[in-house]
Nanobody
Framework: QVQLVESGGGLVQPGGSLRLSCTASEFTANFYNIGWFRQAPGKEREGVSCISGSDRSTSYAESVKGRFTISRDAAKNTVYLQMNNVKPEDTAVYYC????????????????WGQGTQVTVSS
């Protein structure tokens, strides 16, 4: 059974930083594709970033390129989303998800989801 647990959400001022964590079992965290998604009130869920299990390649949505960074810590079975220079439009519930396929990660097609963590960007 794949279980994903997000943490690190909260209230942050515009221009500030926040780091989200996605903790999973050792195999999931280190070998599955892991993606971060978000859903704002009244909007559809959108892909934010992903990291491949095979070669650690990464992908980002245009809206977060240059501001967000995804990374893995194998020793801690955790995937992080470092969010810098956040904007009010980054406010959403953030979810991590896992894809067990061997293809390179994409911002769609995930089978397992966490419960989400709220990020609010406001002054």
């Amino acid at each position: 059974q794949v279980q994903l647990v997000e943490s690190g959400g909260g209230l942050v001022q515009p221009g500030g930083s926040l780091r989200l964590s996605c903790t999973a079992s050792e195999f999931t965290a280190n070998f599955y594709n892991i993606g971060w998604f978000r859903q704002a009130p009244g909007k559809e869920r959108e892909g934010v970033s992903c990291i491949s299990g095979s070669d650690r390649s990464t992908s980002y949505a245009e809206s977060v390129k240059g501001r967000f960074t995804i990374s893995r810590d194998a020793a801690k079975n955790t995937v992080y989303l470092q969010m810098n220079n956040v904007k009010p439009e980054d406010t959403a519930v953030y979810y991590c998800a896992a894809d067990p396929s061997s293809r390179l990660c994409a911002l769609h097609g995930y089978d397992y989801w966490g419960q989400g963590t709220q990020v609010t960007v406001s002054s």
